[in-house]
């Protein structure tokens, strides 16, 4: 199985400041077609999850432009500039390459 | 507009099979692409891919949970379902299905399943 490795967040972060959440795979997620099968998910509390960036870079309908996703096979960076209070949830990485799909554990974001 | 609800027993007990239905909305499970996941989450913790279905009757299950899974839909109907058998108190969780394509773009909200004698 593909394992997803997520780091963690200096919380609290001031409003307004941009933060980086990493994410690693253990096996490269890029594909013959050349897409990279890495997505990223917010999960508000008390919500269900919603998609926020797919092929590692592409940002899903209605998501913000302050959502930017990057990285290369195996190392995965969301960024998130300029926070803001409907940030805060719990945001994690999910591989799309191979069954069995997996998720990261997750990186909590608060906001001071 | 893509929309999803799940639907389970509530409260099932151990030994007992677990049976949720995914109806959706907005899309149909015979165009080419698309596939209905269902992922779970128990309470405070990450979440767990279970169980994949594709527009091709492809099927993708976690093996951790080996045998006791089986997925599947009914196209007709925009349904999609799922069977957990020999359930136990780790099962309970809230049961999500979601829209994959790719990533999984549009969830329900969730059906909440407790297993408890």
């Given at each position: 199985?593909i394992?997803?490795?997520?780091?963690?967040l200096?919380?609290?972060v001031?409003?307004?400041?941009?933060v980086?959440?990493?994410?690693?795979?253990?096996?490269?997620?890029l594909?013959?077609?050349?897409?990279?099968y890495?997505?990223w998910?917010?999960?508000?509390?008390?919500?269900?999850?919603?998609?926020?960036?797919y092929w590692?870079s592409?940002?899903?309908?209605?998501?913000?432009?302050r959502f930017?996703?990057s990285g290369s096979?195996t190392d995965?960076?969301?960024?998130?500039?300029?926070?803001e209070a409907?940030d805060?949830?719990?945001?994690?990485c999910?591989?799309g390459?191979?069954?069995?799909?997996?998720?990261?554990?997750?990186?909590k974001l608060?906001?001071? | 507009?893509?929309?999803l609800?799940e639907?389970?027993?509530?409260i099932l007990?151990?030994?007992?099979?677990?049976?949720?239905?995914?109806?959706?909305?907005?899309?149909?499970?015979?165009?080419?692409g698309?596939?209905?996941?269902?992922?779970r989450?128990?309470?405070?913790?990450?979440?767990?891919?279970?169980?994949?279905?594709?527009w091709?009757d492809?099927?993708g299950y976690?093996p951790?949970?080996?045998?006791?899974?089986?997925?599947?839909?009914?196209t007709s109907?925009?349904q999609a379902?799922?069977?957990i058998?020999?359930?136990?108190?780790?099962?309970?969780?809230?049961?999500y299905?979601?829209?994959?394509?790719?990533g999984m773009?549009a969830w329900?909200?969730?059906?909440s399943?407790?297993v408890?004698?």
């Amino acid at each position: 199985d593909i394992v997803m490795t997520q780091g963690a967040l200096p919380n609290p972060v001031p409003s307004g400041e941009s933060v980086s959440i990493t994410c690693r795979s253990s096996k490269s997620l890029l594909y013959s077609d050349g897409k990279t099968y890495l997505n990223w998910y917010l999960q508000r509390p008390g919500q269900s999850p919603q998609l926020l960036i797919y092929w590692m870079s592409t940002r899903a309908s209605g998501v913000s432009d302050r959502f930017s996703g990057s990285g290369s096979g195996t190392d995965f960076t969301l960024k998130i500039s300029g926070v803001e209070a409907e940030d805060v949830g719990v945001y994690y990485c999910q591989q799309g390459l191979e069954f069995p799909l997996t998720f990261g554990s997750g990186t909590k974001l608060e906001i001071k | 507009q893509v929309t999803l609800k799940e639907s389970g027993p509530g409260i099932l007990q151990p030994s007992q099979t677990l049976s949720l239905t995914c109806s959706f909305s907005g899309f149909s499970l015979s165009t080419s692409g698309i596939c209905v996941s269902w992922i779970r989450q128990p309470s405070g913790k990450g979440l767990e891919w279970l169980a994949t279905i594709c527009w091709e009757d492809s099927k993708g299950y976690n093996p951790s949970l080996k045998n006791r899974l089986t997925i599947s839909k009914d196209t007709s109907n925009n349904q999609a379902f799922l069977k957990i058998t020999s359930v136990d108190t780790a099962d309970t969780a809230i049961y999500y299905c979601a829209r994959n394509l790719p990533g999984m773009d549009a969830w329900g909200q969730g059906a909440s399943v407790t297993v408890s004698s």
